[in-house]
């Protein structure tokens, strides 16, 4: 009776949310974060529902597996945009976006209401490794570091610290490509000592991030530099907001996102540059690391290797840009700080020539050559650079790492799946 | 005399604590509904609906955890907000338990916080709960000197370790007047010491939620009260430590400790939704090197201060 | 009297925080393995997570024990602080001065950096 109670009550809580990313899974997550009675969650053991959002690729069916097992009974699991796997009971997709938010909720409310069986688990319910018996006292191993207790070895000293050739237990792991603090679907082999990185090593790009389709028709005809500028903001300031609420700037983050909901050539960025100066995001946060060379810089493009001092900008090359007195900004540093300093910059900058362009109806006069959002377009779109990371971590303390990594749009870019976002 | 000395303090301690718990939970959705979070659902009834679904949700379990400091680290945080809050006087009478060295007892209060919290993310045998500990610890270090020499300011024109006492030393003039560097210090401590917004380097979203970042249902749930009872414990020591406590013309003196704490709770929050968090690295240098010396000048201030009145 | 009621709230808070996740508790089975593993997005850890780990500010922690050993001499000296007068201003003003100097060498040293 009592328990009926607590869990009728517990039912009219906001649905906590886990997301996992597959291919363009992110407008899903942009919906969401501006969603009432959603929370989005950054680890699975604070929610009750998972969310698949986008196809995942194959080769990351495994770690969705373990993700998957790790929510605590009683979870749901809703697909989204996604095939669910065959072997599955009880799963529910939805592919309108509309519908989201109202399923999430109603799969949390279900569940705790008890008319919604928690979805079961996928793998066997074993340890890493066999242990148990094993050993003088059946604790997985001998002596003091030898063995799998509980299934797995203990910390070993493998390599001396990069900053002070100390040599202590270093630990090694895999992390993602669920870990919301890293872009989507990208995973690395790390190694820690203390909380400062001792290697990285890329294993996972992330996916390639959709280019607005708008840039793909500026290859095939001129197009109206505003609706270009304007698709150039937009993708800057979904960036923004994953790093400004790695930052813990939720607030800030989400109006990021509401000015990129909103965008139109009449909007403005100082609200938000004046928020971020004014909360000291640019002096107290986890800035410091990840400055690129010339060389790197170069290899990577876009808003950061001008970032770095670089003022290569295919947009300087078009007679349409030029005319709207167009001149690269940079900056000179080329590390995090210098990067999201650069975007503000370049976010300003685009919704002023957006506002330039809409009033001269200027339209791009080159098709050959084009800057994405993420970097030059000559031949091919840009690729992935995620490889960049592993000589830029090694020496990074985690939070400077991560704001490294959240800094750097290193996804290659890819043509949107499916309908265009606004 | 039991229930007067014994039945009577306890409770008054715990509805503080539950009750207290509860508003910054509320103050706290209103701050972040302020501050641009999506608005919707009733922010009164949120907490309690939050509180209930980590009830019914089940307690995770990591593979090879330290179980009985996993589950002690907490309880031991919520008794700690406890004591802070047994000590903190609501009137010249009306005190939990009036201890003769309560300013002593409140800094082993922010040591042992700590401790606690340091346990919590090095028991679940987590990576990502370890470097919240790891890292925690380094800001604990850094700010309880601060808070040190901030209280023993207080304590100077006292002349006493005792709350009620150094209540009664402001009378004349709050401290929060007579030594102007005190309070905008010992709130960096509470959101030290609660690991609150900008000094979040415990549970940061970076790490997946830190030390909390392996703990769902019931756990969580003691973990998230107590972290919100510290803070009321806190608001509740800085009233009483530079606000003049109850103090004030016109309302009942429990009555202008309530509005006080509320107002230190409001500041808090708001710093909590307004600032970044810092870098480890960063935080700890600007805490030695910058406010540390300026905690030496509060105290000197006060020490003058106290000789010329 | 004021210390067994300090003691009894300290059991209570303790035994609250402890019931509040043992009586829920009682009835769950325990989780399965591979939820048991510890979260890192999808990826797995080649080994336990504790360790003989690098303090990289041990150095200040040397630093804080300097200070809270003044900590000691403060307490009691906070109390008769006005009825010593000038006198003890100095005492403490000189100690605290060599303290400084502790400091500003070991800002010189670079104990504050992660190092």
């Known amino acids: ?422 | ?309 | 009297m004021e210390l067994v009621a300090l003691l009894l709230i300290l059991l209570i808070g303790l035994g609250a925080g402890l019931l509040i996740q043992w009586l829920p508790m009682r009835h769950q089975p325990m989780p399965t393995w591979p939820q048991r593993a510890p979260f890192l997005g999808g990826g797995t850890p080649d080994s336990h997570a504790w360790s003989r780990y690098h303090v990289r500010y041990y150095p200040m922690t040397l630093l804080l024990i300097a200070f809270e050993m003044e900590m000691m001499f403060m307490y009691p000296w906070a109390v008769v602080f006005v009825e010593k007068g000038m006198m003890a201003m100095m005492e403490m003003g000189m100690f605290l001065a060599i303290l400084s100097v502790g400091i500003v060498y070991a800002w010189r040293e670079g104990v504050f950096k992660w190092q």
């Open chain 2, 1 to 309: 005399m039991i229930v007067d000395q014994l039945i009577l303090p306890l409770l008054m301690v715990l509805v503080t604590l539950s009750v207290g718990a509860y508003i910054v939970a509320v103050l706290d959705r209103l701050m972040a509904g302020a501050f641009g979070a999506p608005r919707g659902g009733n922010v009164w009834l949120a907490p309690l609906t939050r509180g209930a679904w980590l009830l019914t949700q089940h307690a995770n379990a990591t593979e090879a955890p330290d179980w009985r400091a996993w589950r002690l680290a907490p309880a031991l945080y919520l008794a700690l907000a406890a004591i802070g809050l047994a000590v903190m006087p609501w009137s010249a009478s009306l005190v939990a338990t009036d201890l003769v060295t309560s300013v002593v007892l409140w800094g082993s209060v922010e040591a042992l916080a700590t401790v606690v919290i340091f346990l919590h993310g090095w028991s679940a045998n987590a990576l990502l709960t370890l470097i919240g500990g790891y890292r925690y610890v380094a800001l604990g270090l850094s700010y309880i000197l601060i808070s040190m020499f901030v209280l023993i300011g207080v304590a100077l024109p006292a002349e006493s370790l005792q709350f009620t006492q150094v209540v009664a030393s402001q009378e004349g003039l709050w401290n929060v007047l007579r030594q102007p560097l005190g309070l905008p210090l010992f709130l960096i401590v509470g959101l030290g010491m609660t690991f609150w917004g900008p000094l979040d380097l415990a549970d940061s979203t970076d790490l997946a939620g830190g030390t909390a970042s392996e703990v769902s249902g019931p756990p969580r749930l003691v973990w998230d009260i107590a972290r919100a009872a510290m803070l009321v414990a806190f608001s509740g020591v800085a009233t009483t430590a530079f606000l003049g406590g109850w103090l004030g013309p016109w309302l009942p003196g429990p009555l202008w400790v309530i509005v006080k704490m509320l107002a230190v709770l409001s500041v808090l929050l708001l710093l909590g939704r307004w600032l970044p968090r810092l870098a480890p690295e960063r935080c700890v240098t600007l805490m030695w090197v910058v406010l540390l010396p300026l905690s030496f000048l509060a105290l000197v201030w006060a020490g003058a201060v106290a000789l010329w009145e």
């Open chain 1, 1 to 422: 009776m009592a328990v009926n109670w607590l869990r009728k009550f517990a039912s009219r809580s906001a649905a906590t949310v886990f997301p996992v990313l597959g291919r363009q899974g992110e407008a899903a997550l942009h919906r969401l974060a501006l969603t009432p009675g959603i929370e989005l969650v950054d680890s699975p053991r604070h929610a009750s529902v998972l969310l698949v959002a986008g196809e995942i690729p194959a080769d990351r069916f495994e770690p969705l597996r373990r993700v998957h097992d790790q929510l605590p009974h009683p979870f749901a699991v809703l697909w989204f945009r996604s095939e669910p796997w065959p072997h599955l009971e009880d799963v529910t997709r939805i592919d309108a976006l509309d519908a989201l938010p109202e399923a999430l909720i109603a799969a949390h409310r279900e569940l705790l209401l008890g008319r919604r069986d928690s979805a079961s688990r996928i793998l066997p319910d074993e340890p890493p490794n066999p242990w148990e018996g094993l050993g003088d006292f059946g604790q997985g191993g001998e002596g003091m570091m030898g063995g799998v207790p509980y299934g797995r070895p203990m910390a070993m000293n493998m390599m001396d610290d990069v900053r002070d050739g100390l040599t202590l237990d270093s630990l090694s792991f895999r992390l993602g490509p669920f870990y919301p603090g890293l872009p989507p679907g990208m995973a690395a082999e790390i190694t820690l000592q203390g909380d400062l990185v001792q290697m990285w090593s890329t294993q996972l790009a992330p996916y390639p991030r959709a280019l607005d389709p708008v840039f793909f028709a500026a290859r095939e005809r001129p197009v109206p530099i505003a609706e270009l500028e304007l698709a150039r903001a937009h993708h800057h300031l979904r960036r923004l907001f994953s790093a400004l609420r790695l930052a813990g700037l939720e607030g800030a983050s989400l109006s990021a996102l509401r000015l990129a909901r909103e965008l139109s050539p009449g909007s403005r960025l100082d609200g938000l540059r004046r928020r971020l100066v004014r909360s000291g995001f640019f002096r107290l946060s986890s800035l410091a690391g990840g400055a690129l060379e010339a060389e790197q810089a170069r290899q990577l493009g876009g808003p950061a290797a001008r970032a770095a001092g670089l003022d290569d900008d295919l947009r300087s090359q078009d007679d349409g840009y030029r005319r709207l007195g167009f001149a690269p900004v940079t900056q000179s540093a080329g590390d995090t700080r210098a990067r999201w300093q650069q975007l503000l910059a370049e976010i300003e900058q685009s919704l002023q020539l957006a506002r330039r362009a809409e009033r001269d109806k200027a339209c791009t006069e080159r098709m050959d050559s084009i800057e994405t959002p993420r970097g030059p377009w000559l031949e091919q779109l840009p690729q992935d650079g995620s490889s960049l990371l592993d000589e830029l971590m090694p020496g990074l303390e985690w939070g400077d790492a991560l704001a490294t990594v959240a800094s750097l749009d290193v996804a290659a870019a890819e043509r949107s799946l499916g309908e265009a976002p606004a």
